[in-house]
C-alpha cells in the first residue's frame, strides 16, 4: 500500500501548531508520504511572501512566531496544488471559509481521501446550524472524523502536556489519525461517536 500523503487545509496559529506534530510524526512513520504539503492563504509580510518565508526559514512569523517548522513541512498557496495526491485532508482553517474552499478542493481529490476537522464553530444558514464535519462529509463526499479538545496552540507547539479527543466512526482511520497526531506531550483519546463529540466541543466554544 502506497503512503498516504497528507494536507493540511490552513496555515494559522492553530494549523502551524499542528503542522509542526504532523511534520515530525509522519517521518517517523512507513504509513506516510514523509512530505507534507500545508496550504497557506498567501500575505506580504515586510514585503516578502509568507510562503517564501515559511519554505526558507521553516517558521511562521505570523501567525506561529518562534517555533520552527520542520523541513518536511511545504507551505503552498494554491489549494488544488496542495491538495494534489494527498489522501489525508487535515481542516484548520475559520469555519466561515470551509464551504467555498471545498468547492475548489472537490475536483482534484485523491479517490479514498478521508479528512479530519480541527475546526470549532458552527455554520449559520438557511436551514439554521450545521456541524462543519457535516459540510465537509456532504461537499466532498468523504469520511471525515473529528479532533476536539480544550487546546491553545502556542501551549501545543511549546510541547507542553496537552489532551484531545477524536472522534472518528472508522476504527482503522481512528488509528491513522492517533497516529499522525499524538506525542509523548499530545495525548490522544479515539471516540466512534463523533457527531455528539462534535456538539459537545462546539457547545464550549
Known amino acids: 500500500m502506497p503512503a498516504k500523503k497528507v494536507c493540511i487545509v490552513g496555515s494559522g496559529n492553530w494549523g502551524s501548531a499542528i503542522a509542526k506534530i504532523i511534520g515530525h510524526n509522519v517521518k517517523a512513520s512507513n504509513r506516510f508520504n514523509p512530505m507534507v504539503n500545508m496550504w497557506v492563504y498567501e500575505e506580504d509580510i515586510d514585503g516578502r511572501k509568507l510562503t517564501d518565508i515559511i519554505n526558507t526559514e521553516h517558521e511562521n512569523v505570523k501567525y506561529l512566531p518562534g517555533h520552527k517548522l ?75 472524523s473529528v479532533l476536539m479538545g480544550a487546546n491553545i496552540a502556542s501551549e501545543v507547539a511549546e510541547e507542553k502536556f496537552c489532551e484531545t479527543t477524536i472522534g472518528s466512526k472508522n476504527e482503522a482511520s481512528g488509528v491513522i ?12 483519546t479515539v471516540i466512534k461517536d463523533v457527531t455528539r463529540w462534535s456538539c459537545v466541543e462546539r457547545s464550549r466554544t
Open 177 to 188: 489519525f492517533k497516529e499522525l497526531f499524538q506525542t509523548p506531550n499530545f495525548r490522544i
Open 70 to 144: 520542520p523541513r518536511n513541512v511545504l507551505a503552498v498557496p494554491d489549494i488544488t496544488e496542495a491538495v494534489k495526491g494527498a489522501s489525508i485532508l487535515v481542516f484548520v482553517i475559520p469555519h466561515q471559509f470551509i464551504s467555498k474552499l471545498c468547492d475548489q478542493i472537490k475536483p482534484h481529490m485523491t479517490p479514498g481521501t478521508i479528512g479530519i476537522s480541527l475546526i470549532k464553530g458552527v455554520d449559520e444558514g438557511p436551514t439554521g446550524l450545521k456541524l462543519i464535519s457535516d459540510i465537509i462529509r456532504e461537499k466532498l463526499e468523504i469520511e471525515v
